[in-house]
């Protein structure tokens, strides 16, 4: 060190000293010092808890992101079996107040009737199936469901849709045996239903039916369960399965004398499509294998390894095809119109495509024809009806050609009445003339 260094140094040391006796404090002992450490003690702490806290809000929130889907199911979960479930009143079909809109008799020869299964609208939590006295669920069901499932075939003729104690989503989340109690419960009542609207039509003109999500399901079995006998068979000109899985070999057993529409002009068949983008990898996989449907016996069972049926609503058949966007007549978001309304369709929005059971489709143009993201989206019916303009057109076409048929080919005989009860009659020889 050198010389002056030293000088300065003990100079210091004695000011300090000289402090020191007048009562003060210099150096690391000193108040000032002490009270700058104390700062920068408490700030370091302030901002190390800072970034602890910060840390564990990202990390709940990767945690909640990852396991969002067993989160939304948890809150969804009724927590009761089935067996010890008290179900929701159950609707009465004579009453026109158990139908969004009731059945109505045949006005015209061959008049053209429509009846629609729409899709879930209540999610769960305290029911396994839906209180008809649900205020979100029929808000859901009278402001997206009739109006974007239902609105397509208002030109057809008569639209009957029954109210029922559908399933609620949770239930088709789960595949456990309450779950599919409540599904089959849900059906229970469409079938009571479409008895009724069957009985009220009073008529012999074509019948279209339409299932969407759960609908679908419940479609399904009506076709296997009333359309078996060929002279209600002969009566439908189409069923629309929408947004849920058919087994191809469903038309080798409860589907028998149906098949997937081959053209835009065939009746008798079904039209059935289920659309996702080709990134949706996950959600495929799960239609493809988690998705169940009746067998002739009424037990579900899993879609899993089965081929699935696919129709292409913008070419109207079952063909692997490319369809590009510009032949797409329209999807509409009609939220919130009234019966009656004719919503305006966007054209042109997405490429179509069936790819092994799926239909494939870009990305559509309008923000309005896309799924929200928020919790549990993906798996809630959509509140758009993306084919909207093609299945208006589709279904016109249909009933026409059955129209058609009923001219050129006839009818089935009417059905045998009753058994007719044959005696034995005795035998009594005549004479002969020549003796």
């Not at 003690?41 to 990390?59: I, P």
């Not at 309304?341 to 997405?350: E, H, L, R, Y």
């Amino acid at each position: 060190m050198a010389d002056s260094d030293k000088i300065n140094s003990g100079r210091n040391s004695i000011a300090c000293c000289k402090m020191s006796q007048a009562g003060l404090l210099c150096g690391p002992d000193s108040p000032k010092f002490t009270l700058r450490y104390s700062v920068l003690n408490k700030a370091t702490f302030l901002r190390l808890s800072l970034v602890s806290l910060a840390g564990l809000v990202l990390l709940s929130a990767i945690l909640a992101y990852t396991g969002r889907d067993n989160l939304f199911r948890f809150f969804l979960d009724p927590r009761v079996p089935f067996q010890t479930y008290l179900p929701p009143k159950a609707p009465d079909y004579s009453d026109p107040a158990s139908w969004v809109r009731p059945p109505t008799p045949e006005e015209t020869k061959n008049q053209p009737h429509v009846f629609v299964v729409t899709p879930t609208t209540y999610w769960g939590g305290d029911h396994w199936n839906t209180d008809l006295n649900d205020e979100e669920s029929n808000d859901r069901l009278l402001r997206e469901a009739v109006p974007n499932w239902a609105g397509p075939f208002r030109a057809i003729g008569p639209v009957s849709i029954p109210k029922y104690r559908a399933a609620s989503l949770y239930s088709f989340l789960t595949t456990r045996n309450d779950a599919r109690a409540a599904r089959a419960f849900a059906y229970g009542d469409v079938l009571a239903a479409f008895d009724r609207f069957f009985a009220e039509i009073d008529s012999a003109g074509p019948i279209i039916l339409v299932g969407v999500e759960q609908g679908g399901l419940h479609v399904l079995g009506l076709l296997q369960d009333r359309f078996d006998n060929p002279h209600v068979r002969e009566r439908l000109a189409v069923a629309y399965v929408i947004d849920f899985a058919v087994p191809l070999d469903l038309f080798e057993g409860g589907l028998h004398g149906l098949s997937p529409c081959k053209s835009a002009t065939a009746t008798r068949c079904i039209v059935t499509y289920n659309a996702y983008q080709e990134q949706d990898t996950k959600e495929i996989t799960r239609f493809r294998e988690r998705s169940m449907v009746w067998d002739q016996k009424g037990r579900l069972q899993k879609t899993q390894g089965r081929a699935l049926a696919c129709v292409n609503p913008v070419l109207g058949a079952a063909v692997l095809d490319f369809a590009p966007a510009r032949l797409h007549l329209g999807g509409v978001a009609a939220s919130g119109l009234d019966w009656g309304t004719d919503p305006a369709p966007i054209p042109g929005q997405t490429s179509t495509q069936c790819d092994e059971g799926i239909l494939l489709i870009e990305k559509p143009r309008s923000e309005n024809l896309r799924k929200k993201v928020s919790l549990g989206a993906r798996f809630k019916p959509d509140p758009f009806n993306l084919f909207y303009a093609d299945l208006s057109k589709d279904s016109a076409a249909r009933t026409a050609a059955l129209i058609e048929r009923f001219d050129s080919e006839g009818r089935l005989a009417p059905p045998f009445g009753g058994m007719i009860e044959l005696h034995d009659s005795p035998i009594n020889k005549t004479p002969d003339s020549t003796q």
